[in-house]
């Protein structure tokens, strides 16, 4: 739907007027906002409707993506540029009185995602729409999502994310494609003329209502692809006689307990309680869209047998893997498939990406609990597992200990990760060296059964948020000097090279990250009231806090630059920015526990004036997309520095690259292709291999070798006895040294030097402007690899067998 200045003014005014009674005159700046986002969802909506008719006059196949999580952030501006109206959209607003840009800040981050996971399904999303593939996103409608950070004396706090009253105005409520869900209850067989008749009584029943939001691709797509989001709804009839006895509390229970399923994303699950909860929402999140896609499918086709013909179900992560036994439910027990034509059409239509080598990551729920809250699903996963198992019999022959591994239920715990693998035609990990693991290690004993399943994607993002929108200038920059082809082909990015040694170029290049770095100085200092230095080296880390991705190593790299500064107040040194946003979860206490250090290590110095103005610690509070845009473009440094093996990716080193941050990191996740694509000459890479890990491993790794023969690494981890404003941190020091198994589990002493070694050259790297300019440059021009388009061109062409429909 094309649009002029006068058809935005007349649509804004309709809606001003339909919604809130009002004239453009009479508006306040909330309903001018509400009323700009309706206009946008409009247009988006008719262009849904007109590329669906496309679908279903072409028959062509269809994704359906499902995730737990969708990381999207804020909306208008995203959209706004995607359809090429932003000029149109500001003229006709400032007849208003308004300016865009106040109305982008106002728009809350949805609370429908937390880290990597979401946030790359949300630039998949974009993707899909840009290269017009069909296709759908399934997730949950999180009320309150992930929780809000507040930071009150390094303390961690959680509190409710509340964001509809911001953001349900991108939501289109679909009450005719509502269904049902089934939880508990009891199930028997009965046989009738060789058919089994499946009997589910005393059942608890919840309606799944759909609420869709519409995502837009790049200027020249024409494609929309809709996320649909379930929430949770009682379906029993409210108790009125309980109400009337003033049992208010009672009458209403039933319809709480039921809706908590679409409160919060990921509630804690160290308690049973958490558990069921976390059970009860993945298979809410499956139940409901498979029925849905079902549905629309038989719709279109009559024929389920067409299914993986018309049909992908992409798994990602293990969250949504039950949509396989309950794709064989629906097909055993509503359509009266035989178990070998179901199995047949679930393998060829699901396919599944793994996202984590980490044991405790890799969902496993107890039987017992499995069996109460899902009978049906437990019966036909049993099933799924004795019907392998006979198969890996039959393949690896008298090798108990290796079917036993591959079997889905094993002592006691059914394991969704095998349920993934065994019920999908293929298998992926997200980086060429995380996809090597999983054949090496992890999956080693079923890709020594279907080596023909698995293969790598490595992921991507979404670069026209994440350079062309957060950060104009530079986007302006390549306008001028390749031409706009990179917004929807990101490898013409790579003709940037011809100016690298254009002095020109690189003193632009230079200009643009200073103002860039300027603009966030004065957007923290008007927010938290603290001033950092732009020309100092913005060094930044933000991603989940967990113990792998090592924040802690860089708290005590910052530690040992502290004591030395402590020392020598006068010492000569580049002014430093060390820059973290991270959220733990509620549970993870190790986690929280690094935050409180890195908060407090910041409280220390901001005591001391003069060391304060070469060392600078910030801890962003309540790290979201949103904030990410700001920051991300203002980046010197990017901290990739997990344990080697331990990361399958990462997207975090590809937005800073994209915007012209050096890595310094290890050789894990997508670290490895970014130094393969840059040259190590354009990287600063250190510390362990995956390979050199797992032989430390194997010989009895001990940190206190590593602690002993460091001077600065031991000054810098006894200082953590002593402490940092106030308080000691001797618990951190003693899980470095003396905790109970194995100490510092994720080696960070045993890489200290090296990463110490490395921000050394990095230093004299950015000494010399025109190097560190040179370096910047080609990290934007080598960025088009990792693009998300590139990502999902490769997941169509190599495991949906997908074609797009441009029109």
């Given amino acids: 739907m094309a649009l002029n200045n006068i058809d935005i003014k007349e649509v804004l005014q309709d809606k001003l007027s339909r919604y809130f009674g009002i004239s453009p005159e ?8 509400k009323a700009t986002v309706l206009t946008v969802r409009d247009i988006l909506t008719q262009r849904r409707k007109i590329y669906n008719s496309k679908i ?94 507040r930071l009150v004396d390094g303390e961690q706090l959680e509190l409710p994310d509340i964001w509809l009253p911001g953001g349900e105005s991108w939501l289109i409520p679909r009450q005719d494609k509502k269904c049902t869900v089934r939880f508990g209850g009891n199930v028997s067989e009965k046989w009738d003329n060789g058919r089994c008749e499946i009997i589910h009584q005393d059942y608890e029943e919840i309606e799944a209502i759909p609420y869709d939001m519409m995502i837009s691709g790049g200027e020249d797509s024409h494609a929309v692809t809709p996320l649909r989001l379930w929430k949770a709804q009682d379906i029993k009839h409210f108790n009125m006689e309980l109400f009337s006895q003033g049992q208010y509390i009672k009458a209403v229970q039933d319809n709480t307990m039921a809706e908590t399923i679409s409160k919060v994303l990921y509630p804690n699950d160290n308690h049973p309680e958490g558990k069921l909860l976390r059970l009860s929402q993945q298979y809410f999140l499956v139940s409901a869209s498979m029925q849905n896609l079902i549905d629309d499918h038989l719709y279109d086709y009559k024929d389920l047998s067409l299914l ?3 049909v992908s179900i992409h798994i990602n992560d293990t969250h949504p893997a039950l949509c396989i036994p309950e794709l064989m439910r629906i097909l055993l027990d509503v359509h009266n498939y035989s178990w ?45 597992n004795e019907r392998f198992c006979a198969d890996a019999w039959n393949m690896f022959p008298g090798n108990w200990d290796k079917v036993g591994r591959m079997s889905i239920i094993n002592h006691g715990q059914i394991r969704m990760a095998n349920l993934s693998v065994v019920g999908s035609h293929m298998t992926n990990g997200v980086s060429a060296l ?8 992890v999956f080693k004993d079923f890709y020594d059964m279907y080596p023909e399943r698995f293969t790598n994607v490595t992921n991507g993002i979404a670069h026209r948020r994440w350079l062309c929108y957060s950060n104009p200038r530079l986007a302006s920059l390549l306008d001028e000097t390749i031409g706009r082809g990179y917004r929807t082909d990101a490898k013409q990015l ?60 860089n708290a005590i790299h910052i530690i040992s630059i502290y004591t030395a500064l402590k020392e020598n107040p006068d010492l000569e040194m580049q002014p430093r920015t060390f820059i973290f946003g991270a959220k733990a979860a509620p549970g993870y206490y190790v986690a929280k526990d690094i935050i409180r250090l890195i908060c407090y290590i910041s409280a220390d110095i901001e005591k001391n004036p003069k060391i304060r103005e070469k060392l600078r610690v910030v801890f962003l509070e309540n790290y979201n997309v949103s904030l990410a845009e700001k920051l991300i473009p203002t980046a010197d440094v990017s901290e990739q520095i997990s344990l080697a093996g331990k990361e399958a990716s990462g997207t975090g080193n590809m937005k800073f ?98 990463y110490a070694e490395a921000h050394k050259k990095l230093l004299e790297a950015y000494a010399d402007k025109e190097r560190w300019g040179k370096m910047s440059l080609c990290n934007i021009a080598k960025a088009g690899k990792f693009a998300a388009d590139r990502s999902i061109s490769d997941y169509a062409n190599n495991i949906w067998n997908m074609k797009q429909l441009l029109y």
């Fill in 56 to 149: 279903k006059e072409t028959g062509s196949k269809r994704i359906y993506y499902m995730c737990m999580e969708f990381l999207l952030g804020p909306s208008l501006r995203n959209n706004i540029c995607n359809l090429g109206r932003e000029d149109e959209f500001k003229s006709a607003l400032k007849d208003f009185g308004f300016e865009l840009d106040e109305l982008y800040a106002m728009e809350p981050d949805p609370g429908l995602g937390n880290g990597g996971l979401g946030r790359l399904a949300a630039c998949f999303m974009d993707s899909l729409s840009t290269l017009a593939y069909p296709g759908r996103g399934y997730s949950i409608l999180y009320e309150y999502g992930l929780f809000k950070q």
């Fill in 308 to 310: 993986p013909e018309k």
């Fill in 434 to 441: 995380h996809s090597d693991i999983l054949k090496d290690t």
């Fill in 340 to 384: 070998e034509d179901a199995w047949d059409i679930v393998v060829r239509t699901v396919s599944y990406t793994n996202h984590t080598v980490l044991p405790e990551a890799l969902e496993c729920w107890n039987e017992g609990l499995f069996r109460l809250k899902l009978p049906r699903i437990y019966m036909i996963i049993r099933e799924i």
């Fill in 657 to 754: 690259m994209i915007n012209g941050a050096v890595t310094i990191g290890t050789l894990d996740g997508a670290n490895v292709e970014i130094c393969e694509e840059v040259g190590k000459e354009n990287i600063f890479i250190f510390g362990h291999t995956a390979e050199e890990v797992d032989e430390l491993w194997k010989k009895g790794y001990a940190s206190s070798y590593y602690y002993n023969r460091n001077e600065n690494l031991k000054k810098a981890v006894d200082y953590l006895q002593t402490g940092f404003n106030g308080r000691s941190f001797s618990d951190i020091a003693n899980y470095l040294l003396y905790s109970y198994g194995v100490a510092d589990p994720f080696m960070c002493l045993a890489d200290f030097d090296f």
């Fill in 26 to 33: 009479e508006a306040d700046k909330e309903q001018v906002y």
């Fill in 494 to 553: 790579e003709k940037l090279l011809a100016y690298k040694d254009d002095k020109d170029v690189l003193e632009k290049l230079a200009q643009i990250k200073r103002a860039n770095k300027v603009d966030f100085s004065n957007f923290l200092a008007q927010k938290t009231g603290v001033t950092i230095d732009p020309d100092s080296i913005y060094d930044v880390q933000v991603k989940r806090l967990h113990e792998y991705k090592r924040q802690l190593l």
